[in-house]
């Protein structure tokens, strides 16, 4: 690992499986997850990568964040931190003494002529006279390397995990860079920020449900006409779709009496002479999405207005909308849709920050 990479392992990521299912969406059959499959972290080091994502068969891995001055891709490898130094002797006018290069490294300026003082005419001038060289504390530096007015570079200390120095944007002040539920490709629930906060990576809209497709992942495992021990007709699966479970029941009749299939998730074919009288979407209380009727049939039941979607604030078979969060839609600051018709305040930013209104993230301000 390059110095200065900063690893927080985390391997999200959603497997899909066709399920032998009918009736889905092309979205809800994404979100569908096979209850055998696996989404193995391992992916950042087997391409030996210290930051930023990678993908993979069953999503993105998320392999850290640098520590500035150096970024991911800094040196022009993709996923490794990394700087290239901007600043030469030459460009910055430095006639001595010691300049960073822009990647905390330290260059050499030469020196002045006899009689001559380093510092003397400004900093890293040659001049006559004398420079009196400043300390952190002087300049207000809190950490990292920087110029004592003069001719060196001087140290300024570290800072306390899990700040790092220019961690927050600011050089040579400790801070932290929160990632983001995007940066983790998180759909769902709370995560540590790294920053000593959690994130509110939101909720999954119902049949999904979070952590089923994977760590903070929305997902689905469907059942099988086994495990609700149904014998015959059509049960709904749990995921949105239908499972056909048969439909003979003739061995089960006798004469002139036939056997019927009925129920709704245990389905059963009935005794001789039994009937069964469909229930309605209106006696189910059902106003939207799939149902059963109770005689092993499946009903359609109608659809919802957006924002609206069926079961979407978490009752079967009734419209509803799960807000999203300032988290989940990576807003820092401003006031955002919530996705439901309504807005979230995402909160404030900092005195020497501002917030943008077009990504709601705190910027710096020029």
Do not use: Y
């Not at 055998?36 to 930051?51: F, I, L, T, V, Y």
């Not at 961690?167 to 490709?185: F, I």
């Not at 009935?270 to 469909?278: A, I, L, M, N, V």
């Amino acid at each position: 690992m390059l110095a200065g990479a900063i690893v927080w392992g985390s391997a999200l990521c959603v497997c899909t499986g066709a399920c032998g299912r009918t009736g889905l969406t092309v979205d809800e059959q994404l979100l569908v997850v096979d209850a055998g499959d696996a989404c193995p972290a391992g992916a950042c080091a087997s391409q030996g990568a210290d930051c930023g994502k990678v993908d993979r068969a069953c999503g993105a891995e998320f392999c850290g964040k640098c520590a500035p001055p150096q970024s991911c891709g800094g040196q022009g490898t993709p996923n490794r931190c990394g700087c290239e130094p901007t600043i030469t002797c030459a460009e910055s006018g430095a006639e001595c003494g010691e300049i960073l290069d822009g990647c905390d490294g330290i260059l050499e300026c030469g020196t002045c002529p006899d009689g001559e003082t380093c510092g003397a005419a400004g900093p890293n001038k040659c001049g006559m006279g004398t420079c009196t060289a400043k300390s952190c504390a002087d300049l207000a530096v809190e950490c990292g390397k920087t110029s004592d007015g003069c001719s060196k570079i001087i140290e300024c200390g570290g800072c306390t995990a899990p700040d790092v120095c220019g961690g927050g944007g600011v050089a040579n002040v400790c801070g932290c860079t929160p990632v983001t539920c995007t940066d983790l490709d998180a759909a769902c629930g709370p995560l540590s920020d790294t920053c000593g906060g959690t994130l509110d990576c939101g909720s999954c809209t119902p049949p999904n449900t979070c952590g089923v497709g994977g760590p903070n992942q929305c997902g689905c495992v469907p059942t099988t006409c086994g495990a609700e021990g149904a014998q015959c007709g059509s049960i709904l699966d749990r995921c949105g779709g239908v499972l056909s479970c048969g439909t003979d029941c003739s061995e089960h009749s006798h004469h002139d009496e036939v056997s019927v299939c009925v129920g709704v998730g245990p389905t059963a074919c009935s005794e001789e002479g039994q009937t069964c009288t469909p229930q309605t979407c209106a006696k189910l209380s059902a106003e939207c999405g799939k149902a059963n009727d109770g005689c092993a049939n499946i009903i359609e039941c109608g659809s919802c207005s957006p924002p609206d979607t069926c079961g979407g604030a978490g009752v079967p078979n009734h419209c509803g909308c799960t807000p999203k969060t300032c988290d989940g839609q990576g807003a820092d600051c401003g006031t955002v849709p919530d996705g439901c018709g309504s807005t979230l305040e995402c909160g404030s930013c900092p005195v020497d920050r501002a917030c943008d209104a077009a990504s709601h993230l705190c910027v710096t301000q020029n």
